[in-house]
């Protein structure tokens, strides 16, 4: 069982059930995060492994500042199974709070900047952080104040840190504090809970999702031997650290791969372009509009960037023909789609040697067990669209509650993605839909996202989402939300575009709503959930 008995997940068997096999089998570097990173210091301490800004971080920089505001931590009663949260910008100071923790045998949990009061505290509160580091501010607002609002709300929250502020409680106070005082490195169990975070929330309230040092690591490593990523290479990441791409590919690849990363405070497609060059990175993976923006800058300048090698894009939507457009804005870049999530990570990882199917599936599956299964949970044959139900070594442990993990977590220990797709038989995934998107409409089945592809096609539509809506007669219907590009096109001429593509009239919307921008995740997924409640208030 887990060691802390405070924590939400003490009920949480270490291996956990799903997991056993993998530990038996050996499939696991067993080294924490801390040992993979000492011993990249020992054998190159002057590699940087982190740039931020005009800032260049070394391993042997790194370890000294982790290693100090460990010992600080230490001093303010922090201990092993500790949860340290941190909503931190993409800044180096975010990898050293990683370190550190990981030194410490603390719990991290990174929370996105863009989340607020009602959020962050519900976060908080979930996993019983003990200590909460924030900028000072950020983006013209004031973290600082927020994070001492909730703190008189959560009895477990004992310290508010600032990053980039000043005062005894600044990081940069901690550090100076910790500078050359022993440090007593606590044993770590290298399969225990090491990070929990919690999901964008698609369908409603956030779940922590459990990982420990050798899950992600072990992801690390295999997406880097597919994409060719070699140590001592460097790599963008634009994406939110305290996001699932962003904290592995940012900030913990530097201490698994031996690479370093270029932190972006904030994505400008320019920049980005600068920064490659600059400091002739080899790749990212980030979403699908960076991927878009990047092309559109290479094309305009006419810079092709050679030696850019890779983009791997996903977490939303990816048109088919993207891809293709995007690759020849670049010299040697192949782009392609990915499917993952928080849960397990990177279930496919993408085709970067072959084109058609880098642009018209979601990757090749690769380290995970894959089923398709339809809603009694039978196996489907390739072709047949289903539920993705995916299990292996890179999976999480479990969500923080128990109730929670036994409900996404099958008997033979796959977990259900929630996400609908087919299978080829040259072991693609490609994503049809969301299992909660398949509107019921008088007892039929619809698809959400073949409707969506449909007004995709439109010119006057630049994004569409549509989802279910209360029907008194035939239980649900069709509502359609639109974001237009240009000139609002009229209901009736969407309809009839729908019409047009032979679609069953059953899957023409009923109703279309047009908004300027959709509710949506950090990742940048649209929370359905909230258009559905849309809807459904102004039906009422």
């Not at 924490?32 to 005009?54: K, M, N, S």
């Amino acid at each position: 069982m887990n060691e802390n008995s405070n924590a939400p997940w003490a009920w949480l068997p270490i291996p956990p059930a799903h997991l056993r096999a993998f530990a038996e089998a050996g499939a696991w570097d067993r080294r924490t995060i801390a040992e993979r990173a000492e011993a990249l210091v020992a054998a190159d301490p002057g590699f940087v492994a982190f740039v931020d800004g005009a800032v260049s971080m070394t391993r042997a920089e790194l370890w000294a500042e982790a290693e100090a505001l460990a010992v600080a931590l230490h001093a303010r009663g922090l201990r092993p199974g500790d949860v340290i949260a941190f909503q931190v910008p993409n800044w180096r100071e975010a990898a050293a709070i990683n370190l550190a923790a990981a030194l410490s045998g603390l719990v991290i949990n990174p929370i996105v900047p863009i989340y607020r009061d009602h959020e962050v505290v519900q976060m908080l509160a979930d996993c019983r952080a003990r200590a909460l580091f924030v900028p000072a501010s950020f983006r013209k607002f004031d973290y600082a104040a927020m994070a001492l609002r909730l703190k008189a709300q959560l009895p477990a929250l004992a310290h508010v840190f600032t990053v980039r502020g000043a005062g005894e409680g600044d990081y940069a106070a901690l550090v100076a504090e910790g500078r050359g005082r022993p440090f007593a490195r606590p044993r770590v169990d290298p399969l225990g809970v090491k990070l929990v975070l919690y999901t964008s929330g698609t369908t409603g309230r956030p779940k922590g999702v459990l990982h420990s040092h050798c899950t992600l690591a072990h992801i690390l490593a295999a997406s880097a031997a597919h994409w060719g990523v070699q140590p001592g290479e460097a790599t963008l990441m634009p994406s939110p650290v305290t996001h699932i791409s962003g904290y592995a590919n940012g900030l913990e690849a530097p201490l698994v791969c031996g690479t370093r990363t270029v932190l972006m405070e904030s994505w400008d497609a320019a920049e980005a372009l600068a920064l490659i060059e600059r400091h002739g990175l080899v790749g990212t993976v980030a979403a699908t509009p960076f991927l878009v923006e990047l092309a559109q800058v290479a094309r305009d300048s006419g810079r092709r960037l050679p030696g850019f090698r890779f983009f791997a894009c996903g977490g939303a939507a990816v048109p088919a023909e993207l891809i293709p457009a995007a690759n020849a804005a670049f010299a040697d870049c192949r782009a392609f789609r990915v499917f993952g999530a928080s849960e397990v990570p990177l279930v496919t990882f993408g085709w970067p040697h072959d084109a058609h199917l880098a642009a018209t599936t979601d990757g090749e599956i690769v380290d995970y067990q894959v089923r398709i299964v339809d809603g009694a949970d039978r196996d489907l044959p390739d072709g047949q669209e289903g539920e993705i139900l995916a299990r292996g070594p890179g999976m999480m442990l479990g969500y923080a509650d128990e109730a929670q993990t036994r409900e996404a977590i099958t008997n033979d220990g796959y977990f259900r993605t929630g996400d609908l797709g087919v299978r080829s038989a040259e072991g693609a995934i490609t994503i049809t839909g969301r299992k909660k998107d398949l509107i019921i409409r008088g007892g039929e089945n619809i698809s959400a996202k073949e409707i969506e592809d449909v007004l995709h096609g439109h010119p006057a539509v630049r994004e569409a989402a549509v989802v279910a809506m209360p029907h008194e007669r035939l239980g649900e219907g069709v509502c359609a939300f639109v974001i237009a590009r240009g000139a609002v096109p009229t209901a009736a001429e969407l309809a009839a575009h729908v019409a047009a593509s032979g679609l069953a009239k059953q899957k023409i919307p009923e109703r279309f709503e047009f908004l300027a921008d959709f509710p949506r995740t950090a990742s940048g997924k649209v929370r359905k959930d909230r258009l559905r409640a849309d809807i459904a208030a102004r039906l009422a």
